[in-house]
C-alpha cells in the first residue's frame, strides 16, 4: 500500500496551492481519506475527511472556508486546496486511509502517505 502526496513547495501568503494524494495497493472508495498536518514542534492536526461512503467532506471550524477536500474515485486521488494560505498554513502535509468508523485522530489511520511540505511566506 502506498499513499503517495505532491503538490506542496512554497507559497506566498494569500495564495492557493492543491495537494495530491494518489493512491497504490488499495481503493480509495473503500476509506475514508483524510488530510492531517504537523508544523515543527506539534502535534498533528487533523486538517479533515473525504469521507468513504458518500464522498462528502468534514472538516472542523478551524479549516472550514479555506480548505477544501475532494476525491477522484476513478484515479485513486484524494486533493485538498487551500486557498488564502497564511504562514501558519506551513506544514508537512499527509494524506492516510482509513477504515475505522471515527476519522478525526491520526490512530484511527492505517495508511500515511510521506507527507509533503507546504511553507508560507509572509
Known amino acids: 500500500v502506498q499513499l503517495q502526496a505532491s503538490g506542496g513547495g512554497l507559497v506566498q501568503a494569500g495564495g492557493s496551492l492543491r495537494l495530491s494524494c494518489t493512491a497504490s495497493?488499495?481503493?480509495?472508495?473503500?476509506?475514508?481519506m483524510g488530510w492531517f498536518r504537523q508544523a515543527p514542534g506539534k502535534e498533528r492536526e487533523f486538517v479533515g475527511v473525504?469521507?468513504?461512503?458518500?464522498?462528502?467532506?468534514i472538516l472542523p471550524d478551524s479549516m472550514k472556508g479555506r480548505f477544501t477536500i475532494s476525491r477522484d474515485n476513478a484515479k485513486n486521488t484524494v486533493y485538498l486546496q487551500v486557498n488564502s494560505a497564511r504562514p501558519e498554513d506551513t506544514a508537512v502535509y499527509y494524506c492516510?486511509?482509513?477504515?475505522?468508523?471515527?476519522?478525526?485522530?491520526?490512530?484511527?489511520?492505517?495508511?500515511w502517505g510521506q507527507g509533503t511540505q507546504v511553507t508560507v511566506s509572509s
Open positions: 473525504s469521507r468513504r461512503s458518500s464522498g462528502t467532506s
Open positions: 495497493g488499495v481503493t480509495i472508495r473503500s476509506y475514508h
Open positions: 492516510a486511509a482509513s477504515s475505522s468508523v471515527q476519522f478525526h485522530t491520526p490512530t484511527q489511520y492505517a495508511y
